[in-house]
């Protein structure tokens, strides 16, 4: 959990690792505003995103906002609601909440529509959480929740064992096995009724080594020390180097999409 809290204090990391897909992924289509379109949230509804990190659901999607919604952001960790309070316009529809979704701190039944993009397999006790999301859900409301699959970014990992065996990587994974999309629908099936998922397509193709270099020394302290202390012209070297072999371009698997489930 510390690691977490280290790597979610602001959102500082979280938005080096979304500037790689929005200059890189080759679907036209920006995956928070896919998301947004396959959400859907009724006119006048409550709604409540656990782990909300810096907004980019909202944030892209300003224009679609309904006046009529009733939302509320929440996020572990304060300094991402503080980070986010600063970009996202003034709407009396929005309230900030620091919230641990083991823990959801609402009443019973309060709310339409519950979202959790990209963050449940961070959760400890997943059955906890889940429990806790029932909970508040109203009986007719709807449970959003986006992940990555387990071939999801494969090739970072690949690179940074390809310059060092014994180089740690958080690789993709060992997410997808806390929640992803090959085992998300059991997991959710244990306290909601109905289930469905559906993928997104897309990959990345990066024709440079500095976003890579910046995403990866975003994953973890370790490895951005690793790359520091005088062996990054030596990894840029190596990334130039698989760049050539692969036509001037490094292509990244992406396997991400959501699950909705009926209470």
Known sequence: MKSIESQY???????ARIKIHDLYSTNSQDWHEWLFEQYQIPEGSSVLELGCGNGAFW???????SSGWN?????????????LKKQLPIHDQFTYEQVNIQEIPFESHSFDVIIANHMLYHVEDLDQALSEVHRVLK?????YCSTIGNSHLKEFEELVKGFDQLLGYPSAHIHADAFGLENGEDKLLKHFTKVRSTEFEDQLDIPETQPIIDYLQSTTYELKAFLNDGLL??????LE???KRHNGVISV????GYFEAVK
């Open 139 to 143: 009986d007719d409301g709807i449970f």
């Open 253 to 256: 698997t992406k396997s991400s």
């Open 233 to 238: 012209d030596q990894f840029v070297q190596y």
């Open 71 to 83: 939302i509320t952001l929440t996020d572990f960790s304060h300094g991402m609601l503080e980070d």
């Open 241 to 243: 180097d698989v760049k």
């Open 9 to 15: 204090k602001n959102s500082t990391n979280l938005n």
């Open 59 to 65: 944030l892209k999607n300003q224009q679609h906002i």
